[in-house]
């Protein structure tokens, strides 16, 4: 209370002081000069005076009466007046004033005039003494209230001094007691510490006792397999080095090989480690060194196909730093990616229109993307994605995508897939990604279609085998868990490990859940038991469907039509098991595989071309031979090779004339594989006749052979025998082999049913019909479509140029209304190709809204560019012409239009000369099959050919009152069937056979269109009539309505064998040649061998001009060095490949795909490309008779160089023949001084008996060199033989196809000097047996030569005409032959 009172006044007290320091004595002596004071000044000096008791003056009042009291005057000289004034204010006693002075002064205090405020104005000094007044009235009010406080306080600290004495002495007897007390409290926390200390010893080493007993119990069961483990990473860790080395190269290099050419490589690999002292595994496997067994068994939960080849692409997928791009044409990759990543993974092609954007998206967020069917181009604006050009702006990994810059996701995945089986991609795509072989694999397919006939035939095993697989995955995922953490925990503890109760613990779970999983895996080994005795029991069904998988596969080389989906096999597959005859043990396995294998036939069937439906049936039977380890494959190779040979003879031919040299060399090939070809020549010298009697048989399978031969052989080693003596009975022995392994029913492809292929599709699934030329089904799809009631809902859209959109509104619309929606022409609207794929693939997406009688018919020729899905999972249809005459009498007399055929006003003239034409064009559509005898080009005549020569031949008739046959002849030979003959002999042939049939003779009833008379014109009749008349003719026509030999069905049937051993040499797998040799070993000794033959250097060009210098009068100086010039070119590219091979194979040098492409033709035994690019001469030749020629030739020039022009030229020699004729001409036009353009030929056959002189030596024979032109030999005359007792050509003999003629005196005359017999033949000459050929730059045709006049015997002179007889015989002269 007293501090909170002065409070109050010490303020007030402070601020008088401080306005009393702030006066002067000045300021006083200015007060004390006043004369008239202000009030105020006189009532504080009042109130001073009163302070410092000072007696105030008596004087009179204003009133003058009384006396008052003068303040101002004492004050001024007692107080004013005194220096010490301020001194003494500051220093009053203001604790001791007098009451009676405060009683005098108190009232100051109350009143208004002694405000400082107002006291200023009279005096800043007053003022200041004004508040120091009132400060002391203030203050001693306070003290006066205060003193008796104080007084009370002081007593009361006396007495507390006094207490708190006492209290000290007691506190300080108190703490003696307290420090007793906690003295003896410590002493009992030590005690209780010491226990609980105690305690807790007891409790750890309990609670590690019980660890210890945990840790011996967990690691105890685990000591063998831990200790095996450890044993493993020490090997492992030894071998890090190299297995890393290898594995890296299998990741940067080896995705896109085969598994074969992968082994090999490692093998390799492996093997130079070893040799560098680089330590690595023996048994190199990249899942064991990379692999994660986990993730493996999840990758195959995933639909990834369960073999090495799919696993190691997976591996080198998920290691790369490079973008995958799969080769995976049977979509597998494709369905794993999806399975594995689900409905995140966002599936893009690069034929949408919105790609990028979509794109761009999934980077941003980080989603996976699979883009499919990548051709082998790819949008330039994904090359900074596969190069992974991220940038960083700020914080943010950056991409440019095109114009764009995005933001990119760590956590992006790409994957690109193509359904290509073969695409060849660039350098600059090739190094961004990598390329992943994706093609399917036996093992692979194996297993899937185990897995399917299990399911179907055991579904409840296959259910047990599936469950056990996820229950094994759970099972090891969750062991490896545990093993992790327990290594994890282990790695990171310090101290005493029974310390670590998160690391006991975790041993301890692992312990009960191993125990739990060696239960499970005791449960599921009897499981597996059971499951893999029923897979054992069906695997040889699932190995032998797999093998026939690739069968299929392999024809997408013939035809790109044929490709079909691994999705559509496994279709037939599930289809054969489900319609299997019933059965049980072998029984059923067996009906299994028949069934499938038919069926699998019958599929295909109906979408090859006829030509290659007993090549198929041949590929199935050597397969399943070869399943079946009953094939020899060194006999395969050499059947297939068309018994090889064509090379220099080993040993001489026996002297016989039915013998060929192709015919020998093909038996001295065949010796050469042993077993029952041993001694095959000797046993064929010695029964030359026996083997004659074969020769001249007209069925050599059926007759018997000398020695019991064809009852000891199998089909294919008859076949060997049978393709050296009789080429032409290749076919049959071919089926024969079919029939053998496959039964006969593998021979009679199924007839082609549009209903039963419409009863197999569905609305899904699209229907192609892949066209011929002249084959057009739309007809039997009307039919179809009347039968199934949808006529009225066909809609047909003929594509082409701008008809894209219309086709796809069309298909849109067909989608609500059911309707049929017919594509035409397919293959001409490629631009379009990649929408309707895109459309097809969509349409299992979209089936809730497709109508279930929607169908989508497609029609197109054989293309590359057709859609790739639709040719895999489409049900395809070949449609051809008929084959036969008889066939295609009868189509086109269907076509004739009833009303039409009858409403001629010439009924007599008109049918006869239409059935001459209808014949017509059936005859020059079935000597195609005939080959180069038929016609040099293989020409696609059409049914709209017929059809306008008909339109033609009516109008004609009605317009003119006679026939004109010219015109008619005219423009039916020469426009509309001629308009499509390029070849010159063709167009020649095809006149002479249009006047058989557009002649006035058709009109008598006797005349015959061949000499067997069985075909004629009938009657008239109608359509029906003469349907009839045709139905009577042969099925199978002989080659006299052709008129062609009865050898010409022997060509026909070698041109069919040849045909399918060239196609089935080509799909074969590269094989060594025996021995075990690989591919590259037998092609490198080939190439040696060839190397060896070959001269040791090419002509010197500059010694031959030396020696034989350009003479104006022999122009051979002249021929010779052109013709070494182009041997010279030829020479160093057989030499350099073959050399450069050798290399290649030793490693010395890059195997280009030049040098690939000539070892694969050293194996097929043919000529390499690079070597007919060279350019070669024209040969047809294999690849051992091409050599033995090419050395020929060059031993042929060598001769010439050394002794000069021979007498007798081998015409066959030259590589330019037309130049060396001109050479010949030249030389008589200068010499007899004829312009050179009036110089022809005459042709005198000589002696036959001069031939084997020539052959001899050309320089010294039985004759001299001619004074005019030149003799020359090496041709041979297909289609007829030279009679020389006649004089002329005649027919060939029973199965002699070519014959060699004699010597041949070209005589060069003047044209007004010309010999030539009236009754002659010009005769082609070509350079091969194709006979075909094409412009070369100098206006010459590369493979027709000249056309030689031959005489002609007079019962061949038809109505005056000598080359009518000839011409439709095909007859042509060749300067080589194809042995």
Same mark, same amino acid.
């Given at each position: 209370?007293?501090?909170?009172?002065?409070?109050?006044?010490?303020?007030?007290?402070?601020?008088?002081?401080?306005?009393?320091?702030?006066?002067?004595?000045?300021?006083?002596?200015?007060?004390?000069?006043?004369?008239?004071p202000?009030?105020?000044?006189i009532?504080?000096?009042?109130?001073?005076?009163?302070? +410092?008791?000072v007696?105030?003056?008596?004087?009179?009042?204003?009133?003058?009466?009384?006396?008052?009291?003068?303040?101002?005057?004492?004050?001024?000289?007692?107080?004013?007046?005194?220096?010490?004034?301020?001194?003494? $204010?500051?220093?009053?006693?203001?604790?001791?004033?007098a009451?009676?002075i405060?009683?005098?002064v108190?009232?100051?205090?109350?009143n208004?005039?002694?405000?400082?405020?107002?006291?200023?104005?009279?005096?800043v000094?007053?003022?200041?003494?004004?508040?120091?007044?009132?400060?002391?009235?203030?203050?001693d009010?306070?003290a006066?209230?205060v003193?008796?406080?104080?007084?009370?306080?002081?007593?009361?600290?006396?007495?507390?001094?006094?207490?708190?004495?006492?209290?000290?002495?007691?506190?300080?007897?108190?703490?003696?007691?307290?420090?007793?007390?906690?003295?003896?409290?410590?002493?009992?926390?030590?005690?209780?510490?010491?226990?609980?200390?105690?305690?807790?010893?007891?409790?750890?080493?309990?609670?590690?006792?019980?660890?210890?007993?945990?840790?011996?119990?967990?690691?105890?069961g685990?000591?063998?397999?831990?200790?095996?483990?450890?044993?493993?990473?020490?090997?492992?860790?030894?071998?890090?080095?190299?297995?890393?080395?290898?594995?890296?190269?299998?990741?940067?290099?080896?995705?896109?090989?085969?598994?074969?050419?992968?082994?090999?490589?490692?093998?390799?690999?492996?093997?130079?480690?070893?040799?560098?002292?680089?330590p690595?595994?023996?048994?190199?496997?990249?899942?064991?060194?990379?692999?994660?067994?986990?993730?493996?068994?999840?990758?195959?939960?995933?639909?990834?196909?369960?073999?090495?080849?799919?696993i190691d692409?997976?591996?080198?997928?998920?290691?790369?730093?490079?973008?995958?791009?799969?080769?995976?044409?049977?979509?597998?990759?494709?369905?794993?990616?999806?399975?594995?990543?689900?409905?995140?993974?966002?599936?893009?092609?690069?034929?949408?229109?919105?790609?990028?954007?979509?794109?761009?998206?999934?980077i941003?967020?980080? =989603?996976?993307?699979?883009?499919?069917?990548?051709?082998?181009?790819?949008?330039?604006?994904?090359?900074p994605?596969?190069?992974?050009?991220?940038?960083?702006?700020?914080?943010?990994?950056?991409?440019?995508?095109?114009?764009?810059?995005?933001? /990119?996701?760590?956590?992006?995945q790409?994957?690109?897939?193509?359904?290509?089986?073969?695409?060849? /991609?660039?350098?600059?795509?090739?190094?961004?990604v990598?390329?992943?072989?994706?093609?399917?694999?036996?093992?692979?397919?194996?297993?899937? %279609?185990?897995?399917?006939?299990?399911?179907?035939? *055991?579904?409840?095993?296959?259910?047990?085998?599936?469950?056990?697989?996820?229950?094994?995955?759970?099972?090891?995922?969750?062991?490896?868990e545990?093993?992790?953490?327990?290594?994890?925990?282990l790695?990171?503890?310090?101290?005493?490990?029974?310390?670590?109760?998160?690391?006991? =613990?975790?041993?301890?779970?692992?312990?009960?859940?191993?125990?739990?999983?060696?239960?499970?895996?005791?449960?599921?080994?009897?499981?597996?038991?059971?499951?893999? &005795?029923?897979?054992?029991?069906?695997?040889?069904?699932a190995?032998?469907?797999?093998?026939?998988?690739?069968?299929?596969?392999?024809?997408?080389?013939?035809?790109?039509?044929?490709?079909?989906?691994?999705?559509?096999?496994?279709?037939?597959?599930l289809?054969?098991?489900?319609?299997?005859?019933?059965?049980?043990?072998?029984?059923?396995?067996?009906? %299994?595989?028949?069934?499938?294998?038919?069926?699998?036939?019958?599929?295909?069937?109906?979408?090859?071309? &006829?030509?290659?439906?007993?090549?198929?049936?041949?590929?199935?039977?050597?397969?399943?031979?070869?399943?079946?380890?009953?094939?020899? @494959?060194? *006999?395969?190779?050499?059947?297939?090779?068309?018994?090889?040979?064509?090379?220099?003879?080993?040993?001489?031919?026996?002297?016989?004339?039915?013998?060929?040299?192709?015919?020998?060399?093909?038996?001295?090939?065949?010796?050469?594989?042993?077993?029952?070809?041993?001694?095959?020549?000797?046993?064929?010298?010695q029964? %030359?006749?026996?083997?004659?009697?074969? +020769?001249?048989?007209?069925?050599?399978?059926?007759?018997?052979?000398?020695?019991?031969?064809?009852?000891?052989?199998?089909?294919?080693?008859?076949?060997?025998?049978?393709?050296?003596?009789?080429?032409?009975?290749?076919?049959?022995?071919?089926?024969?082999?079919?029939?053998?392994?496959?039964?006969?029913?593998?021979l009679?492809?199924?007839?082609f049913?549009?209903?039963?292929?419409?009863?197999?599709?569905?609305?899904?699934?699209?229907?192609?019909?892949?066209?011929?030329?002249?084959?057009?089904?739309?007809? #039997?799809?009307m039919?179809?479509a009347?039968?199934?009631?949808?006529?009225?809902?066909?809609r047909?859209?003929?594509?082409?140029?701008?008809?894209?959109?219309?086709?796809?509104?069309?298909?849109?619309?067909?989608?609500?209304?059911?309707?049929?929606?017919?594509?035409?022409?397919? @293959?001409?609207?490629?631009?379009?190709m990649?929408t309707?794929?895109?459309?097809?693939? =969509?349409?299992?997406?979209?089936?809730?809204?497709?109508?279930?009688?929607f169908?989508l018919?497609?029609?197109?020729?054989?293309?590359?560019?057709?859609?790739?899905?639709?040719?895999?999972?489409?049900?395809?249809?070949t449609?051809?012409?008929?084959?036969?005459?008889?066939?295609?009498?009868?189509?086109?007399?269907?076509?004739?239009?009833?009303?039409?055929?009858?409403?001629?006003?010439?009924?007599?003239?008109?049918?006869?000369?239409?059935?001459?034409?209808?014949?017509?064009?059936?005859?020059?559509?079935?000597r195609?099959?005939f080959?180069?005898?038929?016609?040099?080009?293989?020409?696609?005549?059409?049914?709209?050919?017929?059809?306008?020569?008909?339109?033609?031949?009516?109008?004609?008739?009605?317009?003119?009152?006679?026939? *004109?046959?010219?015109?008619?002849?005219?423009?039916?030979?020469?426009?509309?069937?001629?308009?499509?003959?390029?070849?010159?002999?063709?167009?020649?042939?095809?006149?002479?056979?249009?006047?058989?049939?557009?002649?006035?003779?058709?009109?008598?009833?006797?005349?015959?269109?061949?000499?067997?008379?069985?075909?004629?014109?009938?009657?008239?009749?109608?359509?029906?009539? /003469? $349907?009839? /008349?045709?139905?009577?003719?042969?099925?199978?026509?002989?080659?006299?309505?052709?008129?062609?030999?009865?050898?010409?069905?022997?060509?026909?049937?070698?041109?069919?064998?040849m045909?399918?051993?060239?196609t089935?040499?080509?799909?074969?797998?590269?094989g060594?040649?025996?021995?075990?040799?690989?591919?590259? #070993?037998?092609?490198?000794?080939?190439?040696?061998?060839?190397?060896?033959?070959?001269?040791?250097?090419?002509?010197?060009?500059?010694?031959?001009?030396?020696?034989?210098?350009?003479?104006?009068?022999?122009?051979?100086?002249?021929?010779?060095?052109?013709?070494?010039?182009?041997?010279?070119?030829?020479?160093?590219?057989?030499?350099?490949?073959?050399?450069?091979?050798?290399?290649?194979?030793?490693?010395?040098?890059?195997?280009?795909p030049?040098?690939?492409?000539?070892?694969?033709?050293?194996?097929?035994?043919?000529?390499?490309?690079?070597?007919?690019?060279?350019?070669?001469?024209?040969s %047809?030749?294999?690849?051992?008779?091409?050599?033995?020629?090419?050395?020929?030739?060059?031993?042929?020039?060598t001769?010439?160089?050394?002794?000069?022009?021979p007498?007798?030229?081998?015409?066959?020699?030259?590589?330019?023949t037309?130049?060396?004729?001109?050479?010949?001409?030249?030389?008589?036009?200068?010499?007899?001084?004829?312009?050179?353009?009036?110089?022809?030929?005459?042709?005198? !056959?000589?002696?036959?008996?001069?031939?084997?002189?020539?052959?001899?030596? !050309?320089?010294?024979?039985?004759?001299q060199?001619?004074?005019?032109?030149?003799y020359?030999?090496?041709?041979?005359?297909?289609?007829a033989?030279?009679?020389e007792?006649?004089?002329?050509?005649?027919?060939s003999?029973?199965?002699?196809?070519?014959?060699?003629?004699?010597?041949?005196?070209?005589?060069?005359?003047?044209a007004?000097?010309?010999?030539?017999?009236?009754?002659?033949?010009?005769?082609?000459?070509?350079k091969?047996?194709?006979?075909?050929?094409?412009?070369?730059?100098?206006?010459?045709?590369?493979?027709?030569?000249?056309?030689?006049?031959?005489?002609?015997?007079?019962?061949?002179?038809?109505?005056?005409?000598?080359?009518?007889?000839?011409?439709?015989?095909g007859?042509?002269?060749?300067?080589?032959?194809d042995?």
């Open positions: 209370d007293c501090e909170r009172d002065l409070d109050k006044a010490i303020p007030a007290l402070n601020a008088a002081i401080a306005a009393l320091n702030s006066l002067s004595k000045q300021d006083l002596v200015e007060v004390k000069a006043m004369k008239t202000p009030a105020g000044v009532l504080v000096s009042k109130a001073l005076c009163y302070m +410092f008791n007696k105030p003056a008596k004087v009179k009042a204003p009133d003058g009466r009384t006396k008052i009291d003068d303040f101002w005057e004492p004050a001024k000289k007692s107080l004013f007046g005194d220096s010490n004034l301020l001194k003494r $204010l500051v220093d009053y006693d203001k604790d001791n004033i009451p009676e405060m009683t005098q108190e009232p100051f205090a109350s208004p005039d002694f405000e400082p405020d107002i006291v200023k104005k009279g005096s000094a007053a003022c200041s003494i004004c508040k120091w007044v009132r400060a002391m009235i203030v203050y009010k306070v006066k209230d003193e008796p406080k104080k007084k009370s306080l002081a007593e009361a600290e006396a007495s507390m001094a006094k207490a708190m004495k006492t209290l000290g002495d007691k506190k300080a007897e108190l703490q003696v007691v307290l420090d007793k007390v906690k003295t003896l409290q410590d002493n009992l926390e030590a005690a209780k510490q010491k226990q609980r200390d105690l305690q807790d010893q007891v409790d750890d080493c309990t609670k590690k006792l019980s660890r210890a007993e945990k840790l011996l119990g967990g690691l105890g685990e000591k063998s397999r831990w200790i095996s483990s450890s044993e493993q990473l020490g090997i492992a860790y030894t071998n890090l080095t190299g297995d890393v080395l290898v594995s890296s190269g299998i990741i940067a290099y080896l995705g896109v090989f085969t598994a074969a050419f992968r082994n090999e490589a490692c093998t390799h690999w492996v093997g130079l480690l070893k040799e560098q002292g680089i690595a595994s023996a048994e190199f496997s990249l899942q064991e060194v990379v692999g994660e067994p986990i993730k493996i068994r999840q990758w195959t939960i995933d639909k990834l196909p369960n073999d090495m080849v799919s692409n997976a591996i080198i997928l998920t290691n790369s730093n490079r973008w995958p791009l799969m080769i995976d044409p049977q979509i597998q990759g494709n369905k794993w990616v999806k399975n594995t990543h689900g409905d995140q993974l966002k599936i893009l092609r690069l034929s949408q229109s919105d790609y990028a954007r979509m794109l761009e998206a999934a941003q967020y980080g =989603n996976p993307v699979l883009i499919e069917n990548i051709q082998e181009q790819l949008d330039p604006m994904l090359q994605l596969l190069q992974k050009a991220v940038f960083k702006a700020g914080s943010l990994q950056m991409i440019r995508l095109g114009d764009s810059t995005i933001e /990119y996701s760590n956590d992006f790409l994957y690109l897939t193509t359904k290509l089986p073969n695409p060849h /991609y660039p350098p600059e795509i090739c190094v961004t990598t390329l992943l072989n994706f093609v399917t694999t036996f093992d692979g397919l194996a297993d899937q %279609l185990l897995a399917v006939v299990v399911a179907k035939e *055991q579904p409840e095993m296959e259910k047990k085998r599936a469950d056990l697989v996820l229950e094994s995955a759970a099972s090891q995922a969750q062991l490896k545990i093993e992790t953490k327990i290594l994890s925990l790695s990171s503890s310090s101290g005493n490990i029974l310390d670590d109760e998160e690391l006991i =613990n975790t041993l301890g779970n692992a312990k009960v859940a191993s125990q739990r999983i060696e239960e499970r895996v005791a449960v599921q080994e009897k499981t597996q038991a059971e499951i893999s &005795e029923t897979r054992k029991f069906y695997m040889p069904v190995f032998r469907s797999s093998a026939q998988f690739f069968v299929v596969a392999d024809l997408a080389s013939i035809e790109p039509t044929y490709q079909y989906s691994l999705e559509w096999f496994v279709g037939i597959y289809a054969a098991i489900d319609h299997a005859e019933k059965g049980r043990g072998e029984a059923r396995l067996k009906n %299994l595989n028949n069934e499938f294998t038919f069926r699998l036939y019958n599929n295909v069937c109906r979408s090859l071309f &006829e030509k290659d439906k007993l090549l198929f049936s041949l590929l199935l039977t050597v397969k399943m031979l070869g399943h079946d380890s009953e094939l020899n @494959h060194a *006999q395969m190779m050499l059947f297939f090779q068309a018994g090889g040979g064509g090379g220099i003879l080993s040993r001489p031919k026996p002297q016989v004339v039915w013998m060929s040299d192709a015919m020998w060399s093909r038996i001295l090939e065949a010796e050469k594989l042993g077993g029952m070809f041993e001694g095959l020549a000797t046993k064929f010298e029964d %030359l006749p026996g083997w004659q009697k074969v +020769f001249d048989s007209d069925i050599p399978t059926e007759e018997k052979w000398p020695g019991g031969l064809h009852e000891k052989m199998g089909p294919l080693e008859r076949g060997l025998i049978i393709l050296a003596i009789r080429p032409d009975g290749t076919v049959r022995i071919m089926q024969e082999m079919i029939r053998a392994k496959l039964g006969d029913r593998f009679s492809p199924p007839p049913s549009l209903e039963s292929c419409y009863a197999d599709s569905k609305p899904e699934v699209p229907l192609l019909f892949v066209l011929t030329m002249g084959a057009d089904p739309m007809s #039997e799809l039919n179809l009347v039968t199934k009631d949808a006529k009225d809902g066909v047909t859209v003929s594509l082409g140029q701008g008809q894209g959109p219309k086709a796809t509104a069309a298909i849109n619309e067909g989608f609500g209304t059911g309707a049929w929606i017919v594509l035409q022409n397919c @293959h001409l609207a490629t631009s379009y990649p309707l794929e895109g459309i097809v693939e =969509n349409f299992e997406a979209n089936m809730d809204t497709i109508s279930p009688q169908r018919w497609l029609t197109a020729m054989p293309d590359p560019n057709l859609p790739v899905s639709v040719l895999q999972n489409g049900i395809k249809m449609v051809e012409p008929p084959k036969g005459l008889k066939a295609n009498l009868i189509r086109a007399y269907l076509a004739y239009d009833p009303q039409w055929f009858e409403s001629s006003t010439k009924p007599h003239t008109f049918k006869k000369m239409l059935f001459g034409l209808s014949f017509f064009h059936a005859l020059i559509l079935e195609r099959k080959g180069p005898l038929g016609w040099n080009i293989r020409y696609e005549f059409s049914d709209p050919d017929r059809h306008i020569s008909s339109a033609q031949l009516k109008m004609f008739l009605e317009e003119y009152t006679t026939v *004109q046959w010219s015109a008619l002849n005219y423009m039916a030979a020469e426009c509309n069937y001629g308009g499509r003959v390029t070849d010159a002999q063709d167009r020649k042939t095809i006149v002479k056979i249009m006047g058989d049939f557009y002649t006035p003779e058709i009109l008598d009833p006797s005349y015959k269109f061949s000499t067997s008379g069985i075909y004629y014109c009938p009657p008239d009749t109608n359509i029906d009539g /003469y $349907l009839e /008349y045709i139905e009577s003719l042969p099925l199978n026509e002989s080659p006299e309505v052709f008129w062609l030999h009865n050898n010409a069905d022997l060509t026909a049937l070698i041109n069919e064998s045909s399918i051993l060239r089935a040499v080509s799909l074969l797998p590269r060594g040649g025996g021995e075990g040799k690989s591919p590259e #070993e037998t092609y490198s000794e080939v190439a040696a061998g060839i190397q060896e033959q070959l001269p040791s250097a090419p002509f010197d060009i500059e010694a031959v001009t030396r020696k034989y210098p350009t003479d104006y009068n022999e122009s051979m100086n002249t021929v010779l060095p052109q013709e070494l010039l182009r041997f010279n070119k030829l020479f160093k590219v057989v030499a350099d490949s073959c050399r450069e091979l050798q290399k290649a194979v030793k490693g010395l040098a890059v195997m280009t030049d040098l690939e492409e000539v070892g694969n033709a050293f194996l097929d035994n043919k000529v390499p490309q690079l070597w007919r690019k060279a350019p070669s001469y024209p %047809l030749k294999p690849l051992g008779g091409y050599v033995a020629d090419f050395l020929s030739r060059l031993q042929f020039m001769e010439w160089i050394d002794e000069g022009p007498v007798v030229f081998w015409i066959s020699g030259f590589f330019f037309q130049a060396f004729l001109t050479g010949v001409k030249q030389n008589m036009a200068r010499k007899f001084k004829v312009p050179i353009d009036k110089v022809i030929w005459n042709y005198h !056959m000589q002696s036959a008996k001069s031939l084997p002189s020539v052959h001899t030596s !050309m320089w010294q024979n039985d004759f060199a001619p004074e005019k032109g030149c020359v030999y090496g041709l041979f005359i297909q289609g033989r030279w009679d007792e006649a004089g002329g050509i005649n027919e003999f029973p199965k002699v196809l070519f014959e060699e003629v004699p010597v041949i005196w070209m005589e060069a005359v003047a007004w000097e010309d010999g030539t017999p009236a009754n002659h033949y010009l005769c082609p000459v070509y091969e047996s194709a006979r075909k050929g094409v412009l070369s730059t100098t206006g010459h045709s590369s493979n027709h030569v000249i056309d030689m006049m031959i005489p002609v015997l007079e019962k061949h002179v038809i109505k005056g005409d000598p080359h009518k007889y000839w011409t439709r015989r007859v042509a002269l060749l300067t080589q032959l042995d």
